[in-house]
């Protein structure tokens, strides 16, 4: 969901962006599945966020899901993506690196990736299932 907070169009008035740029943009977000929120102002934007929090907390977590009819290849560059830092990009070049994500996985710490994201994706590799920690130091 991208949220635009003041008067978009009126903004446009006053720089040098084309309408039609902005309407292309809102097109391509539509067509990849991405909600486009318009508010007046920070106090909107902060209700708008609490709601969604509610919203949130009611629905419980959403675990991303693969289509039924994926091929494996596309299952598993989606389990290694899910990880923190590693994108789709990422994922096909450990999976290149490494053949199998069990492989990538088992080798996770050889990932070239900063100590921060290398912190994050090994607490939630190695911690016990149901030990309820969290993960505000990494955000």
Not at 59 to 79: E, F, S, Y
């Amino acid at each position: 969901m991208v949220v635009v907070e003041g008067d978009l169009w009126g903004e446009l008035r006053f720089r040098k962006i084309s309408p039609n740029a902005v309407l292309g943009a809102q097109l391509a977000l539509y067509a990849m599945g991405v909600g486009l929120i318009y508010t007046e102002d920070k106090a909107h934007t902060g209700a708008l966020v609490c709601l969604a929090a509610k919203r949130s907390e009611k629905q419980g977590v959403k675990t991303p899901t693969v289509k039924k009819r994926a091929d494996i290849k596309t299952m598993q560059v989606a389990l290694l993506a899910s990880l923190p830092g590693i994108g789709p990009k990422r994922a096909e070049q450990l999976l290149k690196k490494y053949g199998t994500p069990l492989n990538a996985l088992l080798n996770y710490k050889s990932w070239e990736l900063d100590e921060k994201r290398h912190a994050l994706i090994k607490k939630i590799l190695e911690t016990p299932h149901g030990e309820g920690g969290t993960l505000d130091d990494f955000f």
